[in-house]
Nanobody, 119 residues
């Protein structure tokens, strides 16, 4: 079974920093795009940042300049460094990845990790 396991969520004060990581494990051939999404209470899930296997990135406008996505292909891990956090960044953050398995490209989601930013 392929799994995406997030870690690093928690409580932080506004203006602080937090780092998230997500590791893929199980049986797969390769990982294409990896990304982070978030969902605040009562809101729809939204893309925060994504990174291709080649390292190209894209970010939500609301986090540009504050968040940085990166990946370590050797460790099958994607990271999200969050700086200058704001209360509106409070949400459950989900890891997402497109993995190539025996039957083709398959999308996977992590279970989510809660980030709470206090004012």
């Amino acid at each position: 079974q392929v799994q995406l396991v997030e870690s690093g969520g928690g409580l932080v004060q506004a203006g602080g920093s937090l780092g998230l990581s997500c590791a893929a494990s199980g049986s797969f051939f390769s990982i294409n795009r990896m990304g982070w999404y978030r969902q605040a209470p009562g809101e729809q899930r939204e893309l925060v940042a994504a990174i291709t296997s080649g390292g190209s990135t894209n970010y939500a406008e609301s986090v540009k300049g504050r968040f940085t996505i990166s990946r370590d292909n050797a460790k099958n891990t994607v990271y999200l460094q969050m700086n200058s956090l704001k209360p509106e960044d409070t949400a459950v953050y989900y890891c997402n990845a497109d993995l190539r398995i025996y039957r083709g490209l398959q999308e996977y989601w992590g279970k989510g990790t809660l980030v709470t930013v206090s004012s």
